[in-house]
């Protein structure tokens, strides 16, 4: 298998635009830090060994093993309370925090990607594949539309919907990054409408099912955007979903807090079919590392958070698709 040339997303963001400009078809990749992207046609994303499906749905499954041992209690405390640190000094009012779980499962990254059912899937030769529910972006015509998802709550007897869109918290976390999408989205469209706010999805896991709540954005394009994804995506990326708000700010707190490199796992996969573009975040991310697997996931930090429901939730979104 040929090894992926990669290159820095803002010389891959010229090549989209071309491409959109000329309607000609295209899929592409880019990490978390913008430093690593690739872009080209499908076939060409084959023999590099690059998958993507969109609204795919996975192949039915038997129970499988699969076990998974976070970092301890203790270790996410610390990186947790030094987020709160800087919350309360004002850096931030909203981060995403993230952390590695090591995992356990005889399946291959290959097995795991045609097994799962998810609105975004990839997988990246024997590198990584990610199982994603949420929507980075959207453009038809001259329309832009943005999904940002925040907001968990495992489905069972005692739970209801209703309570992830009342708690304090998760109301004022997803009140947060709507406005930030909002800001970002009025860089390249206008003018910028909230049409749909929280509403509720299922997500399907492997011991049950999740609650995440949405809100869809939307806007009309700039003339000057119209056609040109590279420059698009130059001018919203990282997804404000994964970082926070202020973006700037909060981003160098995540580096000082979550002491590891997220690499592709937080950032964007997308295809433009020749007539519309359509991207996730890749969350639900599951990496090979050596000779063992690693599981990357996270979640919206504020002062209100809880440090235990904030642990288990990210403990709780380290699952299998199937």
């Known amino acids: 298998m040929k090894s992926i040339p990669f290159s820095p997303f803002t010389e891959v963001a010229k090549q989209l635009d071309f491409w959109g400009e000329k309607g000609i078809p295209f899929v592409f990749f880019v990490d978390y830090s913008l430093e690593k992207a690739w872009a080209g046609c499908e ?31 203790e270790s996410y405390a610390e990186k947790f309370n030094l987020v709160q640190a800087g919350l309360k000094r004002g850096d931030s009012f909203l981060l995403n925090l ?5 995992i356990e499962t005889p399946l291959t990254l290959k097995q795991i990607y045609d097994k799962a059912e998810a609105a975004y899937k990839i997988l990246v030769n024997n590198h990584f594949t990610s199982f994603s529910p949420e929507t980075f972006v959207r453009i038809h015509g001259n329309e832009i539309a943005s999904f940002p998802m925040k907001g968990t709550l495992e489905v069972n007897s005692t739970n209801q919907a209703s309570q992830l869109q009342n708690d304090p918290k998760e109301k004022a976390e997803h009140a947060t990054i709507v406005d930030l999408i909002r800001n970002d989205l009025s860089k390249v469209a206008y003018p910028i409408r909230v049409e749909k706010y929280q509403y509720i999805d299922k997500v399907k896991t492997n011991t049950g099912e999740l609650w995440q709540m949405s809100s869809k954005i939307t806007g009309e394009l700039i003339p000057t955007f119209r056609g040109k994804y590279g420059s698009i995506l130059l001018e919203l990326l990282p997804a404000g979903s994964i970082t926070g708000a202020p973006k700037k700010a909060t981003m160098q707190l995540i580096k000082e807090a979550e002491q590891y490199e997220r690499g592709f796992y937080t950032g964007i996969m997308g295809k433009f079919d020749g007539e519309s573009f359509n991207s996730g975040v890749m969350i639900r991310f599951i990496e090979k590392q050596s000779d063992s697997h690693v599981f990357k996931s996270g979640g919206g930090i504020t002062v209100f958070s809880d440090v235990k429901k904030e642990y288990d939730e990210l403990i709780q979104k380290v699952y299998l698709p199937f």
Do not use: R
């Open 98 to 102: 993230t952390a590695e779980t090591s």
């Open 43 to 73: 076939q060409e994303a084959h023999d590099l060994g690059i998958f993507f499906e969109f609204d795919g749905s996975g192949v039915p499954s038997e129970q499988v093993s699969f076990h998974k041992y976070p970092l301890t209690f």
